[in-house]
């Protein structure tokens, strides 16, 4: 990209120069994190006065409706634009058709409309995949050991309207079934709802970073040692994740994510300069547990890892990150 003379050649250009010092530092600093970049994913399960531990992610909690509304509540008044809820629901309401997901009443709508009164200007994002509501552990329903498309597809349209219904802002697909950003779509332009939008896991691959997550959703044990392989992406595939991310754009999707992140970096790089559209990263649990774990073995700086791992996303040229740091790294943010 740059000739030798646009290079400078050492000893006239010295690179530490603007190195020296912090104020310098900052001036040609090429990114910057701030809170408008954290998307803040929430567990959230049945009861009241509920701070349950994950214990495969230290630090977070599973939140009842109430204490849901107040640690959101923390997040917005640190400015973190927006959460994203994906429930814990009890195991006798799972079931091989998923039918608790478009359930109005359900766990997510409920979390929805409890935050959305307390705090409208804060945005919410919902999870659309059938997982947390599967007997099977599945994102899709399962037929003679398959994860079906065409049908699930039509179940996540029922799910994510019963979500914008409920008041959700944003609908985050996170199924990887093909088609369904443009049945979502047309399912809630029809309903009327032409102001929710679409941010798609376009690019989500079929990671073992995500075991913490399903311990914390309790869709491990539904999913019985299986995996995600017939629907999410091959982590060995790259071009593939721009087929996904440019079928998702012409389906309708409004914002695009890559997933999961920092072992993924490539790929958000290669979407935001191919697309140049609304790109975001997910830090997944598996990401953050394997930071917490060095942190709380003293073997890893909180603070540093954490902004760095942030700034890493941005670098990227990610437009905004999904992490269960958020709320910490937005007191940090603050306190400057
Ligand atoms: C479910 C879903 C998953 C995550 C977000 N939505 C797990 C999976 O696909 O099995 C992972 C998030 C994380 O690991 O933090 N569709």
Not at 48 to 56: A, D, F, M, N, W
Not at 317 to 323: E, H, I, K, M, S
Request: aromatic share 8%; charged share 25%; net charge negative.
């Amino acid at each position: 990209m740059f000739g030798p003379l646009v290079a400078g050649s050492f000893p006239q250009t010295r690179l530490r120069r603007n190195r020296r010092d912090s104020w310098s530092r900052r001036l040609v600093a090429e990114n910057v994190l701030t809170t408008a970049d954290l998307i803040w994913p929430v567990f959230v399960t049945e009861g009241s006065g509920q701070h349950v531990p994950v214990p495969s992610m230290p630090g977070v909690v599973r939140y009842s409706l109430d204490t849901l509304v107040e640690a959101v509540g923390e997040a917005r008044d640190l400015d973190i634009p927006a959460v994203a809820l994906f429930p814990s629901v009890a195991a006798e309401l799972k079931t091989p058709d998923a039918r608790e997901a478009v359930n109005p009443d359900n766990l997510v709508c409920r979390a929805v409309r409890a935050l959305k009164k307390a705090y409208p200007d804060l945005g919410v994002v919902c999870d659309v995949a059938l997982d947390p509501f599967n007997s099977d552990g599945h994102d899709g329903l399962v037929v003679d050991d398959y994860v079906v498309n065409d049908e699930s597809v039509d179940v996540l349209c029922r799910q994510a309207l019963v979500q914008a219904q409920a008041g959700c802002d944003v609908i985050a697909p996170s199924d990887m079934m093909d088609g369904r950003i443009k049945a979502i779509r047309k399912t809630l332009d029809d309903a009327g709802l032409i102001h929710v939008q679409i941010m798609s896991y376009a690019a989500k691959y079929a990671s073992a970073f995500y075991g913490p997550f399903r311990d914390a959703l309790g869709s491990n044990v539904a999913l019985k040692g299986g995996n995600k392989k017939t629907y999410q992406m091959d982590p060995a595939n790259s071009d593939e994740a721009l087929r996904e991310v440019a079928m998702d754009l012409q389906e309708g999707a409004d914002m695009v994510m890559v997933k999961p992140g920092m072992p993924y970096l490539d790929i958000v790089r290669r979407v935001r300069e191919t697309f140049a559209v609304p790109t975001f990263a997910y830090q997944v649990s598996g990401e953050y547990a394997m930071l917490k774990a060095a942190i709380n073995n003293g073997w890893l700086d909180n603070d540093k890892v954490m902004m760095e791992s942030l700034m890493a996303f941005k670098r990227a040229g990610a437009d905004g990150v999904l992490t269960y740091f958020a709320v910490e790294a937005a007191k940090l943010l603050k306190r400057g």
